[in-house]
């Protein structure tokens, strides 16, 4: 009976140290709740980061398609050129402006949110530094309209300034083509390389994607103007 006793006191002891598979899996939570909060501060990068990337991409393509399409039709340098310039400040406030508009209501989409949960945890009893320390934490990882808009201006003035270098210092139609074509190239490649490489995704395919992007809409610009200018439409 005492043996008995003694197997039982025994099992129950077994049962009592489960949780030592337990705890080694904890660094797999941990690992795994690691990899979360890296995955989600990328994702936190995510909104200054498409802003940026997306904004130098579109200044790149839309100012030196522009600057192709009326080189389709027009010799000159100076027309070029103005078209190229009209293009960026055009599009920089209308990159702005979009970008903080959008922000702006997914901000007032997730205050709104905010204000809900707030509610319902005042409902249900939650203590006052509990509430305010879930408060701080949500608040820092609100979106911030002013930086989106920002950052979309300046990227796309800076993808804007490639062809119009490019093209302001040669008076040779040809060269000056080839010079946009060559530049607008090697920015398209070094835009989806960098894109890649902060988001953690595939470079080769990243640059590849862009850079086929922006050929076509070049040649689209180049060959539609250049048809509608040879039929005097």
Not at 69 to 92: H, N, P, R
Request: contains cysteine.
């Amino acid at each position: 009976m005492a043996s008995s006793n003694h197997s039982s006191s025994s099992l129950n002891d077994v049962k009592l140290t489960l949780p030592s598979p337990r705890d080694a899996g904890t660094p797999a939570t941990l690992q795994l709740e690691g990899g979360e909060k890296e995955e989600f501060n990328y994702s936190k990068r995510s909104q200054w980061l498409r802003a940026a990337v997306l904004g130098a991409n579109d200044g790149l393509v839309s100012t030196a398609s522009l600057m192709m399409g009326i080189g389709a039709v027009k010799q000159d340098i100076k027309a070029m050129i103005l078209t190229g310039f009209a293009g960026l400040v055009a599009g920089a406030c209308s990159m702005a402006i979009g970008e903080f508009v959008s922000v702006y209501s997914q901000l007032d989409i997730e205050l709104a949110q905010m204000k809900r949960d707030k509610e319902r945890a005042t409902d249900g009893g939650m203590d006052k530094e509990g509430e305010e320390n879930g408060d701080n934490g949500e608040e820092e990882g609100l979106p911030n309209p002013l930086q989106a808009a920002s950052a979309s201006a300046l990227s796309f003035s800076v993808g804007a300034m490639v062809p119009l270098l490019a093209a302001s210092f040669i008076r040779s139609y040809r060269a000056r083509l080839g010079a946009v074509i060559t530049a607008v190239t090697i920015a398209l490649v070094a835009f989806g390389w960098i894109g890649a490489v902060l988001g953690k995704a595939p470079v080769v395919r990243s640059s590849l994607r862009v850079l086929i992007g922006g050929w076509l809409a070049m040649a689209i610009t180049f060959g539609l103007t250049k048809l509608i200018g040879a039929n005097a439409l």
